[in-house]
C-alpha cells in the first residue's frame, strides 16, 4: 500500500515564508513525477507546481517567483518552499504523485495526500 503524508500547513502573514513537505512511503517501486495541487473554498482544485523524475519544474503562473517545488528521490519527498505569500494562496494543499507500486509494475497509478491546510492573512 502507498502512502501520501504532508506537512508543513498553517498560519501565516502576508509576505510570510511556509515550507509544505510530502513523503511517500509504502510499496514504490519508482515515482515519475511528484506535485502540489491545491484547492481553496469554492474553487477547483488547481495545479500549483510539479517537478518530474528528471527534475524538470512547472508552474502555476500566480506562484512562479514565490514559490519553488524540489525533491529529495532517496526520500521519495517532495518540497514546495513558498515566500511572499499572498491571502489568496489561502486553499488546502494536496501533494500527488504519479508512480509504480510494487505489486502492479506495469500500471502507474496517481495517489494523493490527505491535504494540509495553508491560510494566509492579510
Known amino acids: 500500500q502507498v502512502q501520501l503524508v504532508e506537512s508543513g500547513g498553517g498560519l501565516v502573514q502576508a509576505g510570510g515564508s511556509l515550507r509544505l513537505s510530502c513523503a511517500a512511503s509504502g510499496s514504490i517501486a519508482s515515482i515519475n513525477a511528484m506535485g502540489w495541487y491545491r484547492q481553496a473554498p469554492g474553487k477547483q482544485r488547481e495545479l500549483v507546481a510539479g517537478?518530474?523524475?528528471?527534475?524538470?519544474?512547472n508552474y502555476a503562473d500566480s506562484v512562479k517567483g514565490r514559490f519553488a517545488i524540489s525533491r529529495d528521490n532517496a526520500k521519495n519527498t517532495v518540497y514546495l518552499q513558498m515566500n511572499s505569500l499572498k491571502p489568496e494562496d489561502t486553499a488546502v494543499y494536496y501533494c500527488?504523485?504519479?508512480?509504480?507500486?510494487?505489486?502492479?509494475?506495469?500500471?502507474?497509478?496517481?495517489?494523493w495526500g490527505q491535504g494540509t491546510q495553508v491560510t494566509v492573512s492579510s
Open positions: 500527488n504523485a504519479r508512480l509504480r507500486d510494487i505489486r502492479t509494475p506495469s500500471f502507474p497509478a496517481t495517489y
Open positions: 517537478v518530474d523524475s528528471g527534475g524538470r519544474t
